[in-house]
């Protein structure tokens, strides 16, 4: 029997969250401007039984050399964009169950200030937070902006986040006992200063001491997410995550990075299956077979080459544009997203043309399984899919870059997996669970005791449930 999984919804707080589409009449991405907008969106995910609405996120933009190309601003290529995360209390307030994703990077930001905000959500969200751990797409935009001039390679900005992360997981898990706020009128005692353990962190990247002045919320940690794929960020991964994100292509490939992500998570020291790895999907659905085609085919006439060029230097630091289309694109390096141009250039296998990949980046961009069909086929396709690869839950992309992404999704193909037992059952209304509990399937709403995490705790502090 297929295995029961999550469900996730990707978006990006700007006009065209994938490609340019928001001139298409059914792609409502240029409001998302509005809290209005964002509110009808997360209520439609929380009634139909949605784990996690996810934020992407980036400080930066596509820039080419430094310099923002005309087309990012003329076509609003992910830009203007957003802080997602000031958004996140009205969505709460108006949903019960449906978890939050945001992305936060270990580059420019400092641990005390992001474990603070997330903790802050943690109270604010009644513990359906979660924390997408990125070290930066448009990393070099990203410093321009924040005045940055030490260059960090690649490998080591994991360094860096291997241990912001730590900080955030001690003053997180290590800092208040369980029984720490007492909020005590007739002895005017808030919290007891006993069971408050300062930290006191020196380490090759960061140096905090003190309290943290945010008792626990439901879930003291945020549920740890992570996307990137390299080498060096599956080992991030397999020691921090608690779900990784890919954007798998291939039932094998996926299947061969769910093992690997597993593998790694046992060397760890962590169970395989600690890590949930979740993957894109883009579907295209409707009634029929010939319709969803039909609407494939529309979607795909509104990425143009030109658009994807800018994308793909925007991710890879590599311009293509100037290149002759029939050039082979051989021995390309980029310290800001190897994963991409990884995915294009194979040692032993055949050098693909410029023109080949800015082809396939227009199709897929950084995306997943690209699927397309009647409601049936597309289970089907979701079932050999998680059957395949062992994959724990899925995100749909954006399509045209309105609600008709998940809509029609969850009329269409979501009953049809609650009926082969892949989704949980529908309640009547929606239910406050955690978001760890959501997602990982965990019985606690805590960080797991095999955690790295977890070693920051006090011995005095009881399992925590
Ligand atoms: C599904 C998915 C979503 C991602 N979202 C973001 C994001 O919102 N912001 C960002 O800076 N990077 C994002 N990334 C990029 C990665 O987190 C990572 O920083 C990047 O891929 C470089 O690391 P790598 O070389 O290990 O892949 C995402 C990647 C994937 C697969």
Redesign the pocket.
């Known amino acids: 029997m297929t295995k029961q999984i999550s469900l996730g919804v ?1 978006e990006m707080m700007n006009p065209n969250n994938g490609m340019p589409t928001w001139t298409h009449p059914l792609g409502k991405g240029d409001r998302y401007d509005t809290v209005d907008y964002w509110v009808g969106v997360a209520k439609t995910l929380d009634a139909n039984g949605v784990d996690f609405l996810f934020f ?3 400080y930066g933009y596509a820039t080419i050399d430094g310099v923002m190309p005309d087309l990012v601003a003329k076509h609003g290529i992910q830009f203007p964009g957003f802080d997602p995360m000031l958004l996140i209390s009205a969505l709460a307030r108006e949903t019960t169950g449906l978890g939050f994703v945001l ?1 936060s ?1 270990t580059t420019v930001e400092r641990p005390y200030a992001t474990a603070r905000r997330f903790a802050t959500l943690d109270h604010y969200t009644g513990g359906r937070i979660g924390w ?1 751990i ?5 990393q070099a935009t990203t410093d321009d902006l924040f005045g940055v001039s030490e260059t960090t390679t ?1 490998d080591e900005r994991y360094d860096v986040a291997d241990e912001f992360v730590d900080v955030c997981l001690e003053l997180w898990e290590g800092v208040w006992e369980d029984d720490a706020l007492v909020r005590d009128a007739s002895t005017n005692t808030f919290a007891d200063p006993a069971k408050l353990h300062p930290i006191d962190h020196e380490g090759a990247h960061f140096r905090a001491r003190g309290v943290f002045a945010i008792p626990p919320g439901p879930q003291r940690s945020p549920v740890l997410f ?5 080498e ?2 599956r080992a991030f991964a397999a020691r921090n995550a608690e779900a990784v ?3 798998g292509q291939t039932v094998a490939k996926a299947a061969a990075h769910v093992l690997d992500i597993r593998e790694q998570a046992v060397a760890h020291g962590r169970e395989p299956h600690d890590v949930k790895v979740v993957t ?1 999907v883009t579907i295209t659905v409707a009634p029929t077979h010939d319709e969803a085609v039909a609407k494939r085919q529309e979607l795909e006439n509104l990425y143009t080459v030109d658009d994807a060029a800018v994308i793909f230097a925007g991710f890879t630091g590599v311009d293509l544009t100037g290149f002759d289309p029939a050039s082979p694109l051989t021995a390309i390096t980029s310290d800001q ?3 991409l141009v990884d995915r294009f250039v194979r040692p032993g296998e055949p050098v693909p043309t410029v023109g080949d990949v800015l082809d396939d980046f227009r199709m897929r961009a ?1 995306r997943g399984f690209q699927i397309t069909g009647d409601p049936v086929e597309v289970a089907d396709e979701l079932q050999r899919i998680v059957d395949g690869s062992d994959v724990d839950g899925i ?1 749909l992309e954006p399509t045209f870059g309105g609600p008709e992404a998940f809509e029609e999704f969850l009329e269409l193909v979501a009953p049809i997996l609650r009926e082969r037992g892949m989704l949980a059952p529908l309640p009547a209304a929606p239910e406050p669970t955690s978001l760890r509990e959501r997602v990982t399937g965990a019985a606690s709403r805590r960080l797991p005791g095999g955690h790295p995490g977890a070693r920051f705790r006090h011995e005095t502090e009881p399992v925590a449930g």
């Open positions: 990707f992407a996120d980036t992305t990077p997408n990125v070290t930066g797409s448009s690649h992570q996307a990137g794929t390299s060096r960020g994100l890919i954007q894109g997203g190897q994963t950084n995100m």
